[in-house]
């Protein structure tokens, strides 16, 4: 049931949002976030009282106003009352901004559940290869398996039989990213100096890696034989949308099969960060739809 609902959603979302996949790279993170910012200001002027809120905005400024002027005279007692006047009219206004988040739930919810399904990586290209591993326990470091060949599919001189090896993933010398795992590793990482070398970390589990060249558009079924089983995992290339990266294959021999997707970044700079669960896209999302909410209230006069 939960399935069938989110098909449908993002049937439904592809029809009204698909424009999007046709702009260049940075102008649809643009897109998003700006379309995001939007809809969050129009509901709002739509579903608040724009003329009661203007009133909360003129008099908070004024009891501001006030408790500077009575800490000036030194009056704690007059200051103190103009705070708590000012906490009162916040806590009775912050009722009000209720209304205009439940009402821009719906749309922005199906917005941002598009962007996670079809804005987080860069399609594929044709004839570029693409990194496909399959990832297996560290025991099985020196087993053999097997990319199937398919119509359509090839292979760089790597072969279609590869070595389990040691699954060792260079870190990304990216500032940015570097950046994000350091102020992700909490406040001791805080408290240290950022090591931005591309340094190894935990201890690798093994991988038998391909690298893929897609000829034609059609869907691809990438199938990889390993331990007397064949798993099998979407891959297209040469559109606009791409497949699950990662296919689980819960309690098997073989973990996941992987398909290594460039992530979409912003300006190919704006990287994610990993330990607060933020990927890149959804990175610059932010840094480009808060401002923006703010400058169109303004522009508007939305309060």
Known sequence: MTHSITFWAMQFADWVFGWILYLPRDVSLFSVAILSSVLLTLV????????????????????????????????????????????????KSLRREVRPL????????????????????????????????ACVPHAAIGQLAHLAPEPGLGVTEDGWIQQVVEDRRALSSNAWDTAG?????????????????????????????????????????????????????????GTRRYDEPITVFPGAPLQTIEVA???????????????????????????IAIPAVSILKRVLRIY
């Open 102 to 133: 439940l009402w821009a739930l719906i749309p922005v919810t199906l917005l941002a559940t598009w962007s996670f399904e079809r804005l987080a990586f860069l399609p594929p290209r044709l004839d570029q290869p693409v990194e496909i591993r």
């Open 44 to 91: 709002r002027r739509w579903t608040t009282d724009q003329e009661w809120l203007r009133r909360v905005v003129i008099d908070t400024a004024r009891q501001k106003q006030l408790r500077r002027e009575a800490s000036l005279r030194g009056d704690k007692d007059a200051a103190r009352r103009h705070q708590d006047l000012i906490t009162r009219i916040k806590m």
């Open 261 to 287: 997707l460039i992530p979409r970044r912003l300006f190919d700079l704006v990287g994610g960060m990993d330990r607060l669960f933020l990927p890149p896209w959804l990175v610059a999302y932010f840094l």
């Open 181 to 237: 795992r350091w102020i992700g590793s909490g406040w001791r990482g805080l408290l240290r100096r950022p090591d931005f070398s591309s340094s190894a970390a935990a201890v690798p589990d093994g991988a038998a890696i391909w690298h893929v060249v897609v000829r034609d558009t059609r869907p691809q079924r990438l199938k990889i034989r390993y331990a007397g089983r064949t798993y099998e995992a979407p891959f297209r290339a």
